[in-house]
């Protein structure tokens, strides 16, 4: 027996009014797993990160985590809408970096990444600190565990919002295109972040990226999306290097040309 995904969209679809954004979504994610997902903008990427964190509501099928459904539950046999506490439960197991960065610019690093830990999880916070220092230590920031974002540059901000990602825990991390707000310069050592946390730590990834070459080097899988759909997908080598589907191959030819 082959063990279970731990993300499954199953048969998902959103639609915004008469605009559909996922058609039938079906896509399996194994444990320890790191997936990219491309393709151009509006082709419902980022909506499946939003949806796997209850961000955005799904209008037809179920996502699961680790063979437990994250939008419903189980009630006298059959499948209902999960309420909020159930959705809580389960989705202590994600954790996402936004675009953004979102950090909250009253706080320091530190406190950054210690608020949910302590307000979420009920941990002491001296628990807490110790392990945002190991955090900020992994991504180079010891030295700026007191600053305020505002102090810090872009690279160093969203290198902050991965710690704080990582301080609740999770078993899956989603990455919403984190380095497409960042100066050219700062993209690598972002990156390199997201590399040694592969590295380091047992965690299945799912990553929205522009960053072709990296989506090459560091996946397991690569799944172009077009249409609401999954066009292609594959190991990186082969979808990059040969792949099958007319849509992927213009993509991928537009981005190289325009990179």
């Known amino acids: 027996m082959t063990e279970q995904p731990m993300v499954r969209f199953e048969n998902v679809s959103k639609r915004y ?14 444990r320890g797993e790191k997936v990219s997902i491309i393709g151009p903008s509006g082709s419902g990427k ?14 037809d099928g179920v996502i699961w985590v680790e063979g437990e459904p994250l939008t419903h539950m189980k009630k006298n046999g059959t499948l209902v809408p999960a309420d909020l506490a159930h959705i ?11 675009q953004s960065f979102n950090l909250f610019p009253h706080m320091t690093a530190m406190q950054n990444c210690i608020e949910a830990p302590i307000t979420v999880l009920g941990m ?15 991504v180079g920031l010891s ?22 990602a990582c301080a609740m825990r999770p078993k ?34 799912l990553m929205v990226t522009h960053q072709m070459g990296f989506a090459k080097e560091f996946s397991d899988r690569v799944c172009f999306f077009h249409a609401g759909k999954i066009c292609e997908q594959g190991p990186p080598n082969e979808l990059f290097g040969a792949p099958k589907n007319e849509r992927t191959r213009q993509f991928l030819h537009a981005v190289l040309e325009a990179g």
């Not at 007191?146 to 690279?155: A, C, E, N, R």
């Open 172 to 205: 899956i991390m989603l990455f919403d295109e984190v380095t497409s707000a960042l100066d050219p310069e700062l993209v690598g050592e972002v990156l390199e972040v997201i590399r040694k946390l592969g590295r380091e730590h047992d965690l299945t990834m």
């Open 88 to 98: 809580r439960k389960i989705r202590a197991k994600i954790g996402m970096v936004f």
């Open 46 to 59: 980022t909506t499946v990160l939003r949806m796997l964190m209850t961000l955005e509501t799904i209008n």
């Open 143 to 164: 030295q700026k565990k007191d600053h305020y974002p505002s102090q810090l540059s872009g690279g160093q901000q969203q290198r902050v919002a991965i710690a704080r």
């Open 124 to 138: 002491k916070r001296t628990d807490a600190e110790a392990r945002a220092a190991e955090l900020l230590d992994m």
């Open 17 to 30: 009014g008469a605009l559909t954004v996922l058609d039938g979504l079906n896509l399996d994610i194994a």
